[in-house]
């Protein structure tokens, strides 16, 4: 068996075969210059060529595997999905189009050293730093679903709840995902409300963060389907969802034929 990578880093992707080489070009120089072992997975669903865009990118590389299917299964099904592949001492997931630079995670990691289980990115703290905004229509909107949530949920210590960066410790991760439910978008509310529940360590930290203006969120449809999404987390506040079982995940990660590093 491979050694245990210091980092698993999940990247959920859908039709993003214009953004992955990109992304993954970044986090892997800048994981080799800053000589971190790790893992990528990229979790990756559509038909645009993603997956194969990914998997030429990996080469040889027996560090970055692909998984995914043409059927698109949702953010939420793809983090779970890469969770249960991940091999990393800390195991977290990404934006596939790069809203926050993984250098970034050097303002994470020093705080698990300090006993937390989560360390969060986050848009709301006084030092986080925005580059560029999101539209005013978007702020808005955002602004009433915090609203609805916290009132649903009952999530009311977290600034924000959707930032896409997030990392575990492994032994949290396992256990969070083993019991998260929701396939889409709203699958970030689910793991904090199950982390807050199973009282882990929470940790939120600003972060820098930059639109890039494109949206995969149909207005209508939705927002219709994250509400209801918000409606099953808050219907189950009350309860701790049974752990699951995580199967055995296949991927395209090359044979391992030494330890990692």
Request: proline letters at 3%; aromatic letters at 8%.
């Amino acid at each position: 068996m491979p050694g245990t990578p210091e980092l698993s880093i999940i990247i959920p992707a859908y039709n993003e075969a214009k953004t992955i080489v990109r992304t993954l070009t970044l986090v892997r120089d800048y994981l080799d210059q800053a000589a971190r072992s790790f893992e990528v997975i990229v979790s990756a669903d559509g038909n645009d060529g993603t997956r194969e865009a990914a998997r030429e990118f990996a080469g040889d590389d027996e560090r970055i595997s692909v998984l995914g299917s043409a059927k698109r299964g949702g953010k939420g099904k793809g983090v779970r999905t890469g969770v249960q592949a991940a091999r990393g001492q800390l195991i977290g997931f990404i934006d596939a189009d790069y809203k926050t630079p993984v250098e970034e995670i050097e303002k994470l990691l020093p705080w698990f050293e300090q006993g937390f289980d989560l360390v969060i990115g986050s848009r709301g703290m006084g030092d986080s730093q925005i580059e560029r905004a999101q539209k005013l229509y978007r702020q808005i909107g955002s602004k009433v679903f915090a609203f609805g949530m916290r009132t649903v949920t009952g999530i009311r210590n977290i600034t924000d709840t959707q930032c896409g960066f997030k990392f575990f410790t492994r032994r949290a991760a396992r256990d969070i995902f083993s019991r998260q439910r929701i396939d889409g978008y709203m699958f970030d509310v689910e793991i904090l409300r199950l982390a807050q529940t199973l009282n882990y360590r929470i940790k939120e930290v600003g972060i820098r963060w930059r639109d890039d203006g494109d949206s995969r969120l149909d207005l209508v449809a939705g927002n219709w389907r994250n509400a209801k999404d918000i409606m099953k987390i808050g219907l189950s506040r009350f309860r701790v969802p049974a752990a699951g079982s995580f199967e055995q995940v296949s991927s395209d990660r090359p044979k391992q034929t030494t330890s990692a590093a």
